[in-house]
């Protein structure tokens, strides 16, 4: 749904099918009213010659509808987690299932497009990161290139939609080793130990992430001068992207409802010599469906920012 909303104002895209099985036979507008614009009629399969392919079925039937996609060449961006994981084992072990198709696993591109725009261009196959992981893994990436900070914990708080407020997946998420993944593709050094805790409160879109991780004796300087240093370190990181964004104050989840930016704040506890990075995001946008646009646009040489520079939506 997010997908064809983006892609309906893309200059490059021309929606060429829309899948569905219980909804087949009725036109995209039917079935959401605010996409009546598109019109497109919902089918169980794709029947025609297209040029690229997003998939957002449940993991394992994603890798399986996908194949011979990938085995014609055509150009995919899955949205599920099976081709996110290079480790089969970690893949078996999170998601309880044998990957369906593990010959190309190691070959996709994992697209944090931030982290990885050279080999996303270069490639025909990205697994598109989870939603928690695209928040916590830019709120620390500066931070663990720079060698900043010790092997601690990163403590993440997640906000999506309930009525309620409560902690989850206490024992591990599947996230887990997204984060642990990138993370510790950028440090090279020892593994970092990451605690991963999930929440939920009474929100339709909208990711906080806060990450704490103590900072190495002597890394940055004391007092205001190491906030300093360390919004220079992020500043720097970032600088020229598009829609990975350092502010000054800590920022809400208002600020990136229905628009492409995760928007990151990074600050020191100077009582305990720790770093904070808050950092939120649409869950749906630069989450999924726009993160999955942002990672087409480099895969096929369009600018990064087409179809998706809408600004926030307030309130």
Known sequence: MELARILHR???VEIAAATGRSQAGKRLGEVFPH????DVEITPDIVDSVDFVFSALPHAASAERLEPFIDDGVKAVDISADFRLKDLDEYTGWYKITHPCPQYVETAVYGLTELHRDEIAQSNLVGN???YPSAAILAMAPAVEAGIIEGGSVDLNFSEVNENFKAYNIDGHRHHPEITQELGDINGGPDLKITFLTHLVPMTRGIL????APLKPDAVPGGEDGRTAVRRIYNDYYDGEPFAKVVPQPPQTKHTSGNNDCVIFPTVDLR?????AIACLDNLVKGA????????NVMCGFDETAGLEQLALYP
Do not use: F, K, W
Not at 35 to 38: D, E, I, K, R, T
Not at 289 to 295: S, T
């Open 10 to 12: 893309h200059p490059e």
């Open 289 to 296: 469906a726009g993160g999955a646009v942002q990672n087409m």
């Open 209 to 212: 992430v806060t990450c704490y």
């Open 272 to 276: 305990a010599d720790r770093l904070i």
């Open 129 to 131: 990161p989870g939603c």
């Open 35 to 38: 996409l009546s614009a598109c």
